[in-house]
């Protein structure tokens, strides 16, 4: 079960970062499946060579997204885990 109340408050700590709420609410969106387990893999871009990435992810941070921001832990091939971060607006969907 979706929280909405906590679909909402990161949809708006997260608004400054698109030029639409609807953007900001479908990425907002994503997140939450994402730390709830319903997603386990990410794509985004990475800022510095412009490439898309893709991660495995064990585990997403959501305290603080107000930054732009998301902190996660990612599985390499190898079964190690590392501490990673991406900017919401760069996140795939």
Do not use: C, P
Request: glycine share 8%; net charge positive.
């Amino acid at each position: 079960m979706y929280n909405k109340s906590k679909l909402f408050k990161i949809a708006h700590s997260i608004r400054t970062h698109f030029e639409t709420f609807g953007q900001a609410l479908k990425t907002a969106w994503a997140l939450l499946k994402i730390s709830l387990g319903r997603i386990n893999s990410i794509s985004f871009e990475k800022k510095s060579t412009g490439g898309v990435r893709t991660a495995k992810i064990e585990r997403l941070f959501l305290g603080d997204v107000s930054n732009g921001a998301v902190k996660f832990i990612e599985v390499l091939e190898n079964g190690q885990t590392q501490f990673r971060n991406f900017r919401v607006e760069l996140l795939k969907l």
